[in-house]
C-alpha cells in the first residue's frame, strides 16, 4: 500500500471512528441524550422508598433514547448531521480516487517525456571516435623546415547518430614528453564563428588535420624514450538542438610499433590508449 493510500484509508477511519463513538455515546447514556432523564430516575426511586402515590413511571425504550421536547428541527439536524457524515465519507473517498487518478496522469506524463527523451538521443547526431591513422611523407617541408621524412598523426572519427551532424568542426594537436606518466594538459580556445564547419551526414566518417613529427622523434617514441599523446576536440550542431553546441573530445597516449604486411613488407602502426579528456573552453 502506497504512502497516499494509507492517508486516505486514515482519514476515511478517523471519520467513521468519530461518528461510531457519538453514536456510542448518545444511545449507551441515556442522560446524555435527555438530560431530565437522571433527575426522573432519582424521584422514581424516592417516591417508591416512601410509598408515596404516583411514582415516576420507568420510560420505556422510546422514550429513554428521544425527548419529548425534541422539536422537527432538532430532528432535521441530527438526521442532516449524519447525512453529513455519510457526505463526508463519500468525498473522503472521491479524493482519493481524485488523488490516485492524478498521480497516474502524472506518472505516465513523465514515462512519456522520458521515450521521447530517449527517442530524441536515438536519432540525433552522435560523434564518437573511431580509430587513427598514420602518414608518412618523403622529403616533406613542415613549417619551411625540409624532413627526409615526416609522419603525421590523424584521429578518424564517425557520426553514429540517425541524423546529420551540422557544423562541425575539429581540431588535433599532440604533445611529445619525455616521462611516461607527465601528462601533459591542453586548452583549446573557442573555435569562433569565422571557423567554418561541415556537415556530416548519418555514419559518414572523417579525419582530424594531421599533427607532424621527424623520423628522429618516432624512433625515439619506438624506444620508449619519449612519450607521445594526441588530442582532439570535435564540436558540432544537431538538427534537434541547434542552440547548444555538442562536443567530443578526448586524450590518448600512442606508440608506434612495427607492422610485418602479407606481403612481408614492415609498416608502422600507430597504438592509442585512453587517457581522459582534453581540457576546453569551447562552452
Known sequence: ?????????????????????LVFLVWSFPG???????????????????????????PSFWEVYTSPTDTYAQWIMAILSIVATGVSVWAVWLVR?????????TKAAIDASDSAREALGAERAWILMLGQSIYHGKNAIHNDVVYDE????????????RTPAINVKSVCTMRIVDERHTIPTVEFPPFGNDHD?????????FSTSSVWTDRSTVDA????EKFLYIFSMI?????????T?????????????????EDGGLDEKLILSPRGVAKNTAN
Not at 564540436?235 to 542552440?243: A, I, L, V
Not at 553546441?245 to 604486411?261: I, P
Open 1 to 21: 500500500m502506497s504512502q497516499h493510500n494509507k492517508y486516505a484509508f486514515g482519514a476515511i477511519g478517523f471519520v467513521l471512528g468519530v461518528g461510531l463513538a
Open 32 to 58: 446524555f441524550r435527555n438530560p431530565t432523564y437522571q433527575q426522573d430516575r432519582l424521584y422514581n426511586a424516592k417516591n417508591i422508598e416512601t410509598g408515596e402515590d404516583n411514582p415516576v413511571i420507568r
Open 97 to 105: 480516487n481524485t488523488l490516485e487518478e492524478t498521480r497516474a496522469a
Open 150 to 161: 615526416l609522419i603525421g598523426f590523424a584521429l578518424r572519427f564517425q557520426n553514429f547518430g
Open 197 to 205: 564547419g561541415s556537415t556530416v551526414g548519418p555514419n559518414a566518417i
Open 221 to 224: 617514441i619506438k624506444r620508449h
Open 235 to 243: 564540436e558540432y550542431e544537431d538538427t534537434f538542438n541547434r542552440t
Open 245 to 261: 553546441n555538442r562536443v567530443t573530445n578526448c586524450c590518448f597516449s600512442g606508440e608506434v610499433e612495427d607492422h610485418v604486411r
